[in-house]
């Protein structure tokens, strides 16, 4: 299974790096993740949000395999417990597919990038900037897998 995150925005802070790369590390050679960032689109004066949305959805779909399922991290979308998401990754490696998990630019997701998306999942009701959500991200799924495996990392 390759799970591919697929986000909106250019260089990151070392610390970012840093932090998602520690939890990569820990996660088996079956579940790596692999990242395609978007860059942003080219904001001006007169930049409008629905624009730049479309813009940066177009780019998004295009480094979306056709045969990839796709979970949209969207802040209107179903927050999981962490159990909850443990037994949605186990259902996904199960699955044999491959997925991408989309994550937008300052002014979210397009429709398109929702509408492809099976699933809208929220990390939660708080506004979180961007380099966060990704360490977010790679911690969650590594807590995840550790719980699927019954490794100690995970403590209820």
Known sequence: MRLCIVCVGGKMPAWVDAGV????????RELK???KEIPLARRGRDSKPEQLRKAEGEQILKAVPD????????VKGKSWSTPELAQQLAGWQMSGDNYSLLIGGPDGLS????????????????TLP????RIVLA??????WTITVNH????D
């Open 33 to 35: 993740l692999q990242w």
């Open 152 to 155: 100690p990392y995970h403590r």
């Open 21 to 28: 790369g520690e939890y990569e590390k820990r996660l088996p």
């Open 67 to 74: 045969s990839d399922r796709v979970i949209a991290l969207d």
């Open 111 to 126: 429709p398109a990038c929702l509408e492809r998306a099976e699933r809208r999942w929220s990390l939660g009701p708080l």
């Open 139 to 144: 911690e969650q799924l590594y807590r995840a």
């Open 130 to 133: 961007h380099p966060l959500v």
